[in-house]
Nanobody
Framework: QVQLVESGGGLVQPGGSLSLSCAAS????????MDWYRQAPGKQRELVAS???????NYADSVKGRFTISRDNVKKTVYLRMNSLKPEDTAVYYC??????????????WGQGTQVTVSS
């Protein structure tokens, strides 16, 4: 089994910053892509940022220049640093991790979600 535990959400004023983290544990042989998604009320879940095992990153246009994704392969943790937050960034943020569990098996696992609210 693989577990993902997220932390770091909360309430912040527009223009403020927050950092999220997502730590993976359990039966893990290796980790490929680590992604952050978000889902606002009444909207579909969307990909915010992704990072490969080699450190290549991609961002949604709406967060480019404001959000930074990073990972620590030893700690099996992915981070999302969010700067210059806007009210439209308000959503539940989820990490999604592509895990090899050994024996040729792999799977995508989701974190429990953490609420980010940007409001004055």
């Amino acid at each position: 089994q693989v577990q993902l535990v997220e932390s770091g959400g909360g309430l912040v004023q527009p223009g403020g910053s927050l950092s999220l983290s997502c730590a993976a544990s359990g039966r893990i042989f290796s980790i490929n892509n680590m992604d952050w998604y978000r889902q606002a009320p009444g909207k579909q879940r969307e990909l915010v940022a992704s990072i490969t095992s080699g450190g290549n990153t991609n961002y949604a246009d709406s967060v480019k220049g404001r959000f930074t994704i990073s990972r620590d392969n030893v700690k099996k943790t992915v981070y999302l640093r969010m700067n210059s937050l806007k009210p439209e960034d308000t959503a539940v943020y989820y990490c999604n991790v592509d895990v090899r569990t050994g024996g040729g098996k792999s799977g995508f696992y989701w974190g429990q979600g953490t609420q980010v609210t940007v409001s004055s």
